[in-house]
């Protein structure tokens, strides 16, 4: 009988010399004459492992890494196929101290089953979701969904049962569906993974959202650099359709949906939902104003649920066991699982999918092991680049969107960027100024003149010009752009800046 | 007299009927749903800040100035983006709104020039008045940051320069070439900082899709899009509404004036048939009027080979009216007659009708309408009941289903074409049936879905077959059809369409058009909610051109496509007041309110107004004129405003026919063609010049006003006047006001209209009477004017025009959005960079076969005569058809268009020539000895002496 053995095809993993490895084992199990059966599984977001290689054996899948090809030969000389020891092995992959201890909802396949097959997706409990919503009702979809306690994962945390009801609730001829797939933050890679790792769980949770508010036609709007996520979503598609979870009859049941994936313009702004909607109709991707929201006037006009893909991938698991089994996760106004992304200076960089409610010190030293560089971890930008840098001070504040919110910073998409102490902070101000100057669209005036003056207001308090004057004109222009920008962009680059400043007083040239 | 500034509400109106009361700054406002909360503070006298918002177009949330706070609501919304609802507070101004909108201001100004005392919008910017507004009082940012006061001025276009060191970034220049214009010159390139307005992929204006509009112009809030003439006079001081005197549209417009000169003329947001919209000739082309070549100097001479002489008012009339006695004497009382123009005012061109009925004694009056739009007249009165089409333009804004037959409105009637596009991007759909791809085939988010492409000549038989489908589809409106129309006669009708000769199928050996294809397009039509039809001089200028429109009365008859808003049968009038000179009575077999000469009642109501007793034989149009003249028994003519010797077919015979005559007088601005045959030239006032009303191709009389003294002393309906009483028929109005109001007690259409109407109203649709004493937008309503709607069959005969191997292929005519008709005025302005000369277009496959490129010489040969162009090689055309412009007289266009005409009206078939086409080295001889002529005419005028 042939021993399977699982070797990411995750781009992570990739980049860190995957396919080597891979190539490595087939040629020299074919070299020795043993037979294997080679996997090519997601990641299992252990980041400073990869290539993460593992053998099924019949104590469960044994996990060694980071595996090169080099170390090929002698993982067969320790006859690795069999559990044998050697020094990259890591024991049984579900005892790892860093995975065992996550709550994986959302992620539940990912680096477990071949991304790309169906077969394997059915085995692990795919598409029990949608069965359950092909026996109800759309408003009672829309209510799992609505207790499931479910805020969206692409930033701004809006519950998604609310928007998923307006858009059943709304009047319009051709519905859509539109998945955030434009993953533009620094740092971050849970959507990423989901489509690459288990791009099922992805059209599942379009389907039933579709199912949910009457759209027959879905969108993934897909940032251009993932090709691999694009390949392993469109096989996916295919493989859906030929076997009937899409298309004109999905299941049987007569109902329809067509999903699509299209390939995004390649500006971090074409992330924010309208300038996306504007993209995905062929247009420049200019911020649209809001009312009308995009539940009642989306996508050419319709009425339009547009998600981030976590959100989307968070449903099949909520339609499968419940909203009160998700709900059941997390604090306060927090429910479920969030995904966190450990990046930057840090030592186990990697997927954390916990409750909310674990604080950052524990995702940073219990899971993260600490910076990489092993200097005092300075500060961390938690939500991405328009996320706020949370001092030393604050670490001990769980993971929970209005215990941030109270300490004036935000949980965002889940990316955590880490900075030992040699980070300069006035520095981190300008560089999130320019972010913003280079990534505006132009739209509207306090973003797109005021990031370019914050450049230059930042570049004056760094040389010294008369600095107190210039701080002061900076919280001056931080507040205009908070209060008056049209989208997040301009209205969220004071984050960073004022709590660098706010924090940081001594980088800016405090006494 | 001061300068209007009209207010900007900041955001369109809704729409909504449904009304919401909310509080703003602690004032109650109640307002439609939909309204935005800048409007709805603006209506009450609350103006917040703003610069991207103005309320010709759709709100953009960009400036961020217009910042408010909502009870309860989060943040600081932009409130021209905001709707309102009910129970809603608002508050428009705090210490933190004004903190919010200093701040933003001093982004602006950090990004200015400083120069606002030389800049040409100083005193009317809407940045410098917002800076003003908030109390903006330093920048201190410096001005010594990224920048883009080094962008360079663009001032390629002649009316308009674009300087982009000024621009804010609004995007309201885009927007109204979007919305408002429809053209999409405009984008925006580059992001964030770097953005900026840019004409096309980064071109200069001239070189873009800009078709010079100026709505971006109008919309600027700087003086970044700014017209030339005020950099060069400064800012109006005053301005006077008055109405365009280009195109059947009617603009109303602004003439923003200092003294007497005018310095721009802005397009009247309250103008009902524009809402604030133009196009490139009547915004801008207003230069021919202080032209040098305008002569303001009456003329007389004996012979045509004489120099003039230039001589005092009294003389000139004089002469004339002696002249035309002489005549009359001696060959008798129908040996004179006179000309009315579509170009004249409603009043002028009643006071010429008037003087040939009353002080010629005869009926020998006639227009040029006569060689465009008699087969409207006709067709409509006959099947409607009258002459006139049956919507406001706003009327296309409900339609769902547009069919355009023979017409080109994005060129001829530019102001309307961008409404009917703007409809048609909400999602309207279109038929275009025209033998040459116009730009509403296929322009920037617009697409016809069927374009039946013609042969000329042939647009009976596609009429009649789309009747056949829809009679034999089961497509009739039954219930309409009984109710409204005259059931025999539509029964005659349908057994004559039902025919198998008139079905589509029958049909395609005539129109080319695939059968398919049209069964198609008729059922579009038939199952349209609301289907209108537009037509224009391609339906007109036929030997068929009465047949067709009447086919087209009914198509919308047989579909219940009449009397109610968004549908009917809408003739695009090519001039300015085509209708409202055929309303006026300039039909030699009708009196004022088309009634004809030979209605004993309607005569002796004129009779006893007029006191004379009028002749009751209808007189001669104008090609009876012209054949009479040519055989000596019509030799005198008052020519008013109207150049026949290049408008109408067939130039040498009406060449000839001039100079078979002994005093032809010619009142008009310039030395036109027609004058260079005159012997009596008496000076013409420009419409700036002159107090009257036009009526344009909704029925809608507009007011013209004088913005400035005429240029030769006296407005034209004076100079009728003057010319009536030397004649010896006494007229004494001291106003183009009483004309009017003389006009209102003889016509029932017209009996509630007067200046004060047009005062208080702005402008008014007739019939405007007891009935209706506002006006009446939409004809038929209920009830067909004629009381029950008459089909008439249509039988479609081939016109004689016919195309042999001597004469292979089809010349049609038409005209360009930057040039009008004869092109006498439009050619003394610089809109002459947009089309300097007419060119021959071709097909591809006739070109190669002759071996014709672009730019080659060809000599253009009919039956009638041959001239030579400059070609175009282009598939718009379909192979066997060319095509050309008539806006130049050395073009000589009508030297080969023939004397066929309509068969009911005599309107000329200018659309269908057969012709052959090979290239040449030279001018033809008729161009040789027009530019002879010309140049001895010239002569003849620099001679001009004085009185001596
Ligand atoms: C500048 C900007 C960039 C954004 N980029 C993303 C993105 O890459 N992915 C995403 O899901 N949401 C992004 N968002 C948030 C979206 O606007 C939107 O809130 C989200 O797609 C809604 O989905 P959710 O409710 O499932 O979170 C961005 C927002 C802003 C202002
Ligand atoms: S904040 Fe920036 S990105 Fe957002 S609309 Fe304004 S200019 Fe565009
Ligand atoms: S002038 Fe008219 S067509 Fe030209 S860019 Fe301006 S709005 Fe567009
Ligand atoms: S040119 Fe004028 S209207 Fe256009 S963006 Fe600049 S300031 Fe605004
Ligand atoms: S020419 Fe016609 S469309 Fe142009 S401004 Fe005058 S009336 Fe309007
Ligand atoms: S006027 Fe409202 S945002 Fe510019």
């Known amino acids: 009988m042939s021993i399977t053995v699982y070797v990411p095809g995750d781009s992570s993993a990739l980049s860190l010399g995957a396919e080597k490895t891979a190539v490595a084992i087939a040629s020299e199990a074919a070299q020795r004459g043993v037979e294997i059966d080679l996997v090519r599984n997601g990641s299992r977001g252990l980041f400073w492992l990869e290539p993460l290689v593992e053998v099924a054996t019949p104590a469960g899948r044994i996990a060694f890494g980071p595996v090169q090809a080099s170390d090929v030969p002698g993982l067969f000389d320790a006859d690795f196929l069999n559990g044998g020891s050697h020094a990259l092995s890591l024991g049984l992959t579900e005892e790892i101290e860093y995975l065992k201890k996550q709550e994986r909802l959302t992620n539940a396949r990912v680096g477990i089953i071949d991304p790309v097959s169906l077969e394997d997706y059915l085995a692990h409990e795919g598409y029990r979701g949608l069965q359950n919503a092909l026996q109800l009702a759309p408003a009672d979809i829309v209510k799992q969904v609505t207790d499931s306690g479910l805020r969206g994962r692409g930033g701004a945390a809006f519950p998604t049962g609310i928007k998923w009801n307006t858009v059943l609730n709304a009047q319009g001829g051709q519905k859509y569906i539109v998945c955030n797939a434009d993953e533009g933050d620094s740092g971050t890679f849970s959507d990423r993974m989901i489509m690459e790792d288990d791009p099922f769980v992805l059209v599942e949770g379009m389907t039933i959202a579709g199912l949910a508010v009457g759209a027959t036609q879905g969108y993934i709007y897909l940032r251009v650099e993932y090709p691999h996520a694009h390949k392993n979503l469109n096989a996916a598609i295919a493989a859906a359709e030929k076997a009937g979870y899409l298309g004109a009859d999905i299941c049987g049941s007569g109902k329809a949906f067509n999903l699509e994936v299209r390939l995004g313009a390649g500006a971090y702004v074409c992330g924010e939902e309208t300038s996306l909607l504007e993209s995905l109709e062929g247009k420049r991707g200019l911020v649209r104003y809001k009312p009308p929201l995009p539940a009642i006037k989306g996508l050419f006009g319709q009425p339009t649920v547009i998600n981030n893909v976590i959100s989307l991938a968070s449903v099949p698991i909520i339609l499968d066991k419940g909203g009160e089994y998700y709900r059941d996760f997390g604090v306060g106004r927090s429910r479920g699982t969030l995904p966190i992304q450990l990046a930057g200076n840090i030592k186990h960089p990697g997927l954390v999918e916990k409750a909310f409610g674990i604080t950052l010190r524990e995702l940073l030293y219990d899971y993260g092991g600490g910076s990489a560089t092993g200097l005092p971890i300075k500060a961390v930008q938690v939500g991405g680049p328009l996320g706020a840098f949370v001092p030393e001070s604050q670490f001990d504040t769980p993971l929970d969107y209005e215990a941030f919110a109270a300490n004036w910073a935000v949980l965002g998409h889940g990316g955590v960027v880490v900075f030992d102490d040699t980070v300069d902070m006035a520095k981190m101000a300008r560089y999130a100024m320019e972010f913003c100057a280079i990534e505006s669209c132009g739209k509207c005036t306090p973003c797109r003149i005021g990031s370019t003056r914050g450049v230059e207001v930042l570049d004056k308090i760094i040389a010294n010009e008369d600095r107190a004057n210039n701080i002061a004109l900076l919280r001056d222009l931080s507040d205009v752009m908070l209060n008056s920008s049209l989208c997040a962009l301009g209205g969220m680059t004071p984050f960073p800046v004022l709590s660098a400043l706010n924090h940081f007083p001594e980088d800016f040239g405090a006494e | ?948």
């Open chain 2, 1 to 948: 007299m001061s300068l209007i500034r009209d207010k900007d509400y900041g955001t369109p109106a809704s729409p909504s009927e449904k009304n919401v009361t909310l509080e703003i700054d602690g004032f109650k406002v109640t307002v439609p749903e939909g309204t935005s909360v800048m409007r709805a503070a603006s209506s009450i006298g609350i103006e917040i800040p703003k610069l991207c918002a103005t309320d010709s177009i759709d709100p953009f949330g960009s400036c961020r100035l217009c910042v408010c706070q909502v009870e309860g609501g989060r943040g600081y919304p932009a409130s021209c983006t905001t709707p309102v609802s009910q129970g809603m507070k608002v508050q428009t101004e705090n210490a933190k709104l004004n903190q919010i909108r200093k701040g933003i201001m001093e982004l602006y100004i950090s990004d200015h020039p400083l120069d606002c005392l030389t800049c040409p919008s100083n005193g009317n910017c809407e940045l410098q008045d917002m800076a003003g507004t908030v109390g903006l009082r330093e920048v201190r940012y410096g001005y010594e940051g990224k920048n883009h006061l080094k962008s360079e001025k663009d001032t390629s276009n002649p009316y308009f320069t674009f300087d982009p060191s000024k621009c804010i970034v609004c995007s309201r220049c885009v927007r109204a070439c979007e919305e408002t214009q429809g053209t999409f010159a405009l984008t925006i390139d580059g992001r964030g900082f770097d953005s900026k307005i840019s004409p096309g992929q980064n071109e200069a204006f001239m070189d873009s899709e800009c078709v010079s509009c100026g709505a971006c112009v109008q919309a600027c809030p700087t003086a970044t899009l700014m017209e030339k003439s005020v950099y060069q006079k400064g800012q109006p001081d005053h301005s006077i509404i008055t109405t365009c005197a280009y195109c059947g549209v009617g603009c109303s417009f602004k003439a923003e004036m200092k003294g007497a000169e005018v310095v721009r003329m802005v397009p009247d947001k309250n103008g009902q048939a524009n809402h604030g919209h133009s196009c490139v000739k009547g915004r801008f082309a207003f230069g021919y009027a202080t032209h040098p070549d305008r002569l303001t100097t009456p003329m007389i001479r004996k012979s045509i080979h004489d120099p003039w002489q230039k001589v005092s008012w009294e003389d000139a009339i004089n002469y004339a009216a002696s002249e035309f006695k002489r005549i009359q004497e001696k060959y008798g009382r129908y040996s004179v007659g006179g000309l009315t123009s579509s170009r004249c005012t409603n009043e002028e061109a009643y006071l010429v009708q008037k003087l040939v009925r009353a002080a010629f004694g005869n009926n020998n009056v006639d227009t040029c309408a006569r060689v465009c739009h008699s087969p409207t007249g006709y067709g409509l009165k006959q099947t409607l009941g009258e002459s006139a089409g049956t919507q406001t333009f706003d009327s296309v804004m409900q339609s769902d289903v547009i069919l355009v037959i023979g017409a080109n409105p994005t060129d001829g009637h530019p102001v309307f074409g961008s409404l009917m596009k703007k409809r048609l991007r909400e999602g309207a759909k279109l038929i275009v049936a025209d033998p040459r791809e116009i730009d509403l085939v296929k322009s920037a988010h617009v697409k016809a879905e069927y374009h039946l492409k013609l042969r000329p000549g042939t647009n009976v038989a596609l009429v009649n077959a789309l009747a056949h489908v829809i009679v034999t589809e089961g497509l009739v409106k039954e219930d309409f059809v009984n109710e409204r129309c005259d059931i025999d006669s539509f029964n005659k009708w349908r057994d004559f369409v039902a025919q198998e000769r008139n079905s589509p199928e029958a049909s395609e050996i005539h129109t080319g058009v695939a059968a398919q294809k049209v069964r198609e397009a008729a059922r579009l039509y038939a199952s349209a909610g609301n289907g209108a039809i537009y037509y224009g001089l391609g339906v007109t200028e036929h030997s068929q051109g009465s047949t067709t429109v009447i086919g087209i009365a009914n198509l919308a008859m047989a579909t219940g496509n009449v009397g109610r808003e968004g549908v009917g049968v809408n003739p695009l009038r090519g001039q300015n007041n085509v209708q409202g000179s055929c309303d006026m009575g300039s039909f030699p077999h009708e009196l004022p309110g088309y009634r004809h000469v030979a209605d004993v009642t309607t005569r002796s109501l004129f009779e006893s107004v007029w006191g004379v007793k009028l002749e009751a034989e209808p007189g001669l149009r104008i090609p009876n004129m012209f054949a009479a003249a040519i055989d000596g028994s019509f030799k005198g003519l008052y020519c008013e405003g109207e150049d026949i010797a290049q408008s109408d077919p067939n130039t040498q015979h009406v060449q000839e026919a001039l100079e078979s005559m002994e005093c032809v007088v010619v009142q008009d601005l310039f030395l036109n063609e027609t004058a260079k045959f005159a012997h009596v030239f008496l000076p013409g006032a420009s419409f700036l010049e002159k107090t009257g009303t036009f009526t344009n191709a909704e029925r809608r009389i507009s007011p013209v006003r004088r913005v400035m003294p005429p240029k030769a002393g006296y407005e034209d309906w004076e100079v009728t006047q003057m010319l009536s009483n030397a004649l010896g028929y006494a007229m004494d109005y001291s106003s183009a006001k009483e004309i009017l109001d003389e006009i209102a007690s003889l016509m029932p259409t017209f009996k509630g209209v007067s200046f004060k109407k047009l005062d208080e109203q702005g402008s008014v649709q007739w019939p405007c009477n007891d009935e209706a004493p506002d006006g009446t937008p939409t004809m038929h309503i209920g009830q067909f004017v004629r009381g029950k709607g008459r089909f008439m069959p249509t039988e479609y005969v081939p016109t004689s025009e016919r195309t042999t191997g001597k004469y292979p292929l089809i010349l049609t005519t038409g005209r360009i959005l930057s040039q009008y008709n004869v092109g006498a005025q439009t050619r003394r302005t610089d809109n002459v960079a947009w089309h300097s000369e007419d060119r021959l277009e071709i097909h591809p496959h006739d070109a190669e076969d002759r071996g014709i490129v672009t730019g080659d010489k060809v000599a253009i040969r009919s039956r009638a005569g041959v001239t030579v162009l400059h070609t175009l090689v282009t598939e718009r055309v379909q192979p066997g058809v060319v095509y050309t412009t008539f806006h130049f007289p050395e073009s000589g266009a009508n030297v080969i268009t023939t004397d066929n005409s309509d068969w009911a009206t005599n309107c000329p078939e200018y659309k269908v020539t057969a012709v052959q086409v090979e290239k040449v080295a030279g001018f033809s001889q008729w161009q040789n000895e027009f530019q002879a002529f010309t140049e001895e005419q010239l002569s003849m005028l620099e001679k001009a002496t004085a009185a001596g």
